[in-house]
């Protein structure tokens, strides 16, 4: 398992961008698959983006396509999330979570979250 902390959430205007990054503890971060989340209060926790472990294949909720970008840099143990053309319905607490397959769900370490906040 790998242990996993969320920095670069805030507060933003519409329209604005933010990098959300995710270091990680332990050696096993170049081997397992990267997927951010979100959770707005009355909502389900939603997946948002993927990425494989060697950064070739990514996937992407409906509704960031084309606004938002997930990478990683194994090197330093650490992934990110850049958002750009933030909406108010974006605003929600932000997770990353590993694990060993790339995909929408099955993700078994989970970060404690950065809130991100769009003001209209």
């Known amino acids: 398992q790998v242990q996993l902390v969320e920095s670069g959430g805030g507060l933003v205007q519409a329209g604005g961008s933010l990098t959300l990054s995710c270091t990680a503890s332990?050696?096993?971060?170049?081997?397992?698959?990267l997927g951010w989340f979100r959770h707005a209060p009355g909502k389900e926790r939603d997946f948002v983006a993927a990425?494989?472990?060697?950064?070739?294949?990514?996937l992407y909720a409906d509704s960031v396509k084309g606004r938002f970008t997930i990478s990683r840099t194994n090197a330093r143990n650490t992934g990110y999330l850049r958002m750009d053309n933030l909406k108010p319905e974006d605003t929600a607490v932000y997770y990353c979570?590993?694990?060993?397959?790339?995909?929408?769900?099955?993700?078994?370490?989970w970060g404690q979250g950065t809130q991100v906040t769009v003001s209209s």
């Open positions: 990425i494989s472990w060697d950064g070739g294949n990514t």
């Open positions: 332990g050696r096993a971060f170049g081997y397992v698959a």
């Open positions: 979570a590993a694990g060993r397959n790339l995909g929408y769900s099955g993700y078994s370490s």
